[in-house]
């Protein structure tokens, strides 16, 4: 495994793999069984953002996997070489290739496969298998209160607390 600072973040589950370079911004919270491989480009979490049970983040083959501020990675997603905006939630297995771009603010249903390539702008609500446009709307401020939400669970863990 390599030497990655774990120091800033909030809570770093035992079974979680990183390998690589990756950056953990201030207050990440890493659950059960987490992997993250890097070896041409980096992986970028962003402060607060929460990466839960069974994701799986890898680099493209010609990009890295960038993820913006509090964020939620929600259970048993993909990310691979992609870029997530600020305040995102990635819902619960959902996959997002190489070179996607998800813009701020915005949510990607459960079971989405984002294609390599393809890029959403700010504020979207996006499904499906291809991923589309369904709406636009700012969701903002309820995918901080889940990523806050995290964050006090992540806290709880960190403390030997296992109940909020």
Request: net charge negative; glycine share 10%.
């Amino acid at each position: 495994m390599s030497a990655i600072d774990t120091a800033e973040a909030a809570f770093v589950h035992p079974t979680a793999l990183l390998y690589g370079r990756i950056t953990l911004g201030p207050d990440v919270s890493l659950f059960p069984y987490v992997v993250m491989r890097s070896e041409a480009y980096e992986i970028r979490i962003g402060a607060r953002t929460n990466i839960q049970d069974f994701v799986m983040i890898h680099i493209g083959s010609t990009t890295p996997t960038i993820v913006g501020e509090d964020c939620s990675i929600t259970h048993r997603v993909t990310l691979h070489g992609c870029t997530i905006g600020n305040r995102c939630l990635i819902g619960i297995g959902s996959t997002i290739m190489d070179g996607a771009v998800i813009g701020d603010n915005s949510i990607v249903a459960e079971h989405s496969l984002v294609r390599a390539g393809q890029e959403f702008p700010p504020n979207s609500v996006i499904a499906g298998s291809p991923a589309r446009l369904i709406r636009e709307r700012d969701c903002s401020e309820g995918n901080l209160m889940n990523a806050r939400m995290y964050q006090a669970i992540a806290r709880g863990y960190a403390e030997g607390r296992e109940r909020l």
